[in-house]
């Protein structure tokens, strides 16, 4: 199984750069969280793709879910919606602020402690599910 996640860095003198990466493994998630973590705050959101869910429509690619994810000041900010489940955010750490992207907007109170996001993006990574490690609320 693997997930692909694709997100753009916008450096400091206005130059943009498309990034893209496949994760198979435990350790393949943990040193993406760890580099998205490391250009904080030039990383925009994150788009992820499990790559073993089917396609919503096959001819155009569409994929059958929407899941999106940042790190943003220490937390991991993640967004789900799947045929089966609305769009939904975490309840997390009260203190996170929150942050706002061209393709998401994390409310407030929905960031998680790096260590559960990662272990979230583990989760789906093996289970192509909506994480279980954490509550979620609509969006």
Known sequence: ?????????????????GKNTTLRT??????????VAAA??????????????????????????????????????L?????????AFPVGDPDSAGCEFDDEDFPAGSGLPLDQFTTAL????HTTERPTNVRWTSG
């Open 1 to 17: 199984m693997s997930i692909t996640s694709g997100w753009a860095v916008t450096h400091p003198d206005g130059t943009y750069e």
């Open 26 to 35: 435990p350790q393949d998630v943990a040193a993406f969280v760890a580099k």
């Open 40 to 77: 904080d705050p030039y990383a925009d959101s994150i788009r992820v793709i499990h790559n073993d869910r089917p396609l919503a429509d096959a001819e155009q690619g569409f994929t059958d879910h929407d899941v999106f994810a940042a790190v943003v000041d220490g937390f991991g900010y």
């Open 79 to 87: 967004s789900h919606q799947d045929q089966d489940n609305a769009k």
């Open 122 to 125: 583990v989760e789906f990574l």
